[in-house]
């Protein structure tokens, strides 16, 4: 056998992980090993930098749990979570683009009806988002359940929010049978991802912005349909081209158009000014 030598080093440790008992396994760990192995060599990695490294990561681990998951958050930021959707998403040009999840979705959200108040005494301005749910041959998905969640005025989503009992900005909308839909909500605004963690400390040394545009997220499960998870944003708000997340897809900006108070799209009556936007969502045929 030979030992180790700056030189073999690689090889050596290619050799033990193309022992991975699955096939996948084994090319997932060698490529891995190929790869870090690559990167420690082009930037001369110092010992002083690998303990600094390691104490990252250790802080990225401590500070997650079952709210919070800073590793999401650092693959988000390096806007790997966005290739590994964009790599599994290959959807037809007609098909809503998919975007990423983020970590703020709350399974179980409860049922809502055409045109519910999700934003029910939440401070804002209300925003109507009306469309179709149709699929990629352009036929309507009768019943489509679009699970809807968003931040609020402070940007702050419910996932933040501790020992809170009832859902808050978020539903899961049903569309009707000719698959039309009607989310009544509050404008979202533009916020900050969580900076209090290893993730900012590291963006601080940088001039990244940690902001993301004002966007509602969106998420579509239905029976012979690819699983669509995807955002809508609001034309001309700030931060779009520079999105901490990498999530923007111009096919998903959508106006907020004004409207004085009067008759809503559901509707009711408002008495004050209120916004509508809106999208018809095109879900992927399964092949
Ligand atoms: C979000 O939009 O909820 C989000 C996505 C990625 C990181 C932080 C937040
Ligand atoms: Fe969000």
Avoid at 92 to 117: C, E, K
Avoid at 143 to 165: F, H, K, S
Wanted: with cysteine; charged share 25%.
């Amino acid at each position: 056998m030979a030992f180790v030598s700056e030189e073999n080093i690689t090889d050596l440790a290619l050799e033990r992980w193309a022992t991975s008992h699955s096939p996948r396994m084994a090319e997932l760990m060698t490529t891995l090993v190929r790869h870090i192995h690559d990167y420690a060599r082009e930037v001369e990695l110092t010992s002083d930098e690998w303990v600094t490294a390691i104490e990252w990561l250790t802080e990225v681990g401590q500070i997650s749990d079952d709210k919070r998951q800073e590793f999401i958050l650092a693959s988000d930021v390096v806007g790997l979570s966005m290739l590994v959707v964009q790599l599994n998403n290959r959807f037809d040009d007609t098909a809503t683009p998919a975007t990423v999840l983020g970590p703020f979705h709350i399974d179980g959200s409860p049922p809502a009806p055409y045109g519910f108040d999700m934003s029910d005494g939440i401070e804002g301005t209300p925003l109507f988002v009306t469309g179709r749910v149709i699929d990629t041959e352009g036929t309507p998905i009768p019943g489509a359940i679009l699970d809807v969640w968003q931040a609020d005025a402070t940007g702050t989503y419910e996932a933040q929010i501790p020992d809170i009992d009832e859902a808050r900005l978020r539903a899961k909308y049903a569309a009707t049978d000719d698959g039309t839909y009607c989310v009544r909500t509050i404008a979202p605004l533009g916020y900050t991802i969580p900076m209090d963690g290893p993730v900012g400390m590291l963006m601080r040394n940088t001039d990244i912005s940690e902001y993301r545009p004002a966007h509602i997220h969106f998420m579509f499960d239905e029976p012979g349909h690819r699983k669509l998870i995807t955002h809508l944003f609001q034309h001309g708000t700030d931060y779009l081209d520079t999105d901490v997340v990498f999530g923007v897809k111009d096919e998903l900006i959508v106006e907020f158009s004004p409207h004085s108070a009067g008759k809503a799209p559901d509707g009711t009556h408002l008495d004050r000014p209120f916004l509508v936007a809106h999208h018809d969502f095109v879900l992927q045929r399964a092949k």
